[in-house]
Nanobody
Framework: VQLQASGGGLVQAGDSLSLSCVAS????????MAWFRQAPGKEREFVARMSWSPRNTYYADSVKGRFTISGDNAKNAVYLQMNSLKPEDTAIYYC?????????????????????WGQGTQVTVSS
């Protein structure tokens, strides 16, 4: 499975931005996809996750109510709509895929639960 993330950029606080991640290869094996982010000098952290079937979503508390994860099965794509962006949202955003044996629920917020990673896309929010 290969993942290609795109859509990052430089925006002002309060603006919106949408990220995309397209999967290729053995996409039929993907159970769920997620977004993580890594700010300078910090560890990579969980942002959001969506399973394909059932279509369940999970969010980090820091983005709940502002970010929305969605997907398009036909395009093998997952999206992250980010609204009301804050300077603290500045980070490199990575998409990741969870393939069977799928991650147990207690682990979905950890990097180790994911088997494949995209290259990352930079999001910078100015104040």
């Amino acid at each position: 499975v290969q993942l290609q993330a795109s859509g990052g950029g430089l925006v002002q606080a309060g603006d919106s931005l949408s990220l995309s991640c397209v999967a290729s290869g053995r996409t039929f094996s993907i159970y769920a996809m997620a977004w993580f982010r890594q700010a300078p000098g910090k560890e990579r952290e969980f942002v959001a996750r969506m399973s394909w079937s059932p279509r369940n979503t999970y969010y980090a508390d820091s983005v709940k109510g502002r970010f929305t994860i969605s997907g398009d099965n036909a395009k093998n794509a997952v999206y992250l709509q980010m609204n009301s962006l804050k300077p603290e949202d500045t980070a490199i955003y990575y998409c990741a895929a969870d393939v069977p044996p799928r991650a147990i629920m207690s682990s979905i917020r950890y990097q180790a639960a994911y088997d494949y990673w995209g290259q990352g896309t930079q999001v910078t929010v100015s104040s």
